[in-house]
Nanobody
Framework: QVQLVESGGGLVQAGGSLRLSCVASGSGFSFYSVEWYRQAPGKQRELVAGITSGGSRNYADSVKGRFTISRDNAKNTVYLQMNSLKPEDTGVYYC????????WGQGTQVTVSS
């Protein structure tokens, strides 16, 4: 059983940066693809970025060139570096394993002020 804990969220001004971390406990994390999702108030949860066990990455068009996903398997951690933040990036950010069933963290709040 994998458990995920996100951290690193906070309040930042537009144009600022944050780095989110997703730390996993349990075995086999390095074999999972991992995804970051976000959910803004009143909106559906949306995929932000994903990384495979081999390190291949994909991004939503809205964050390409600004966000970078990476992983450190020795630390059982996946990161989301977020630069040039915009108010529309505000939301709760969740990490999840791409698996059946999915494992989800509790989320971390990101608020970008204009």
């Amino acid at each position: 059983q994998v458990q995920l804990v996100e951290s690193g969220g906070g309040l930042v001004q537009a144009g600022g940066s944050l780095r989110l971390s997703c730390v996993a406990s349990g075995s086999g994390f390095s074999f999972y693809s991992v995804e970051w999702y976000r959910q803004a108030p009143g909106k559906q949860r949306e995929l932000v970025a994903g990384i495979t066990s081999g390190g291949s990455r994909n991004y939503a068009d809205s964050v390409k060139g600004r966000f970078t996903i990476s992983r450190d398997n020795a630390k059982n951690t996946v990161y989301l570096q977020m630069n040039s933040l915009k108010p529309e990036d505000t939301g709760v950010y969740y990490c999840s394993t791409y698996s059946h069933p999915r494992h989800w963290g509790q989320g971390t709040q990101v608020t970008v002020s204009s």
